[in-house]
């Protein structure tokens, strides 16, 4: 899966990954290969990312919105801290 993590000011994030865990408002969900197309609004708090090359990644987030189509992830942040 492809992953990118966008705020206003710069591209955060962009690489291949396995398995991404974000702050939804409903409580933390994870994204795995093959998800079902969703857009879902983000509270503040970690993005986990998984990949086989890097391990595991964490970023925190201000809000925001994920859009997962065809196995292309889109995280666009208010903000990371």
């Known amino acids: ?3 990118e993590i966008l ?3 710069k591209k ?3 690489g291949e990954v396995t398995a991404v865990t974000v702050p939804g408002t409903m409580g933390s969900f994870q994204i795995l290969k093959d998800h079902a197309p969703i857009i879902s609004t983000l509270e503040d708090g970690p993005v986990i990312i998984k990949s086989n090359n890097a391990g595991e990644e ?3 987030i201000k809000g925001g919105v994920v859009e997962v189509l065809k196995n292309k992830i889109i995280v666009l942040a208010e903000g990371v801290a």
């Open 7 to 9: 705020t206003p000011d």
């Open 1 to 3: 899966m492809k992953l």
């Open 12 to 14: 955060v994030y962009e």
């Open 58 to 60: 964490t970023f925190v």
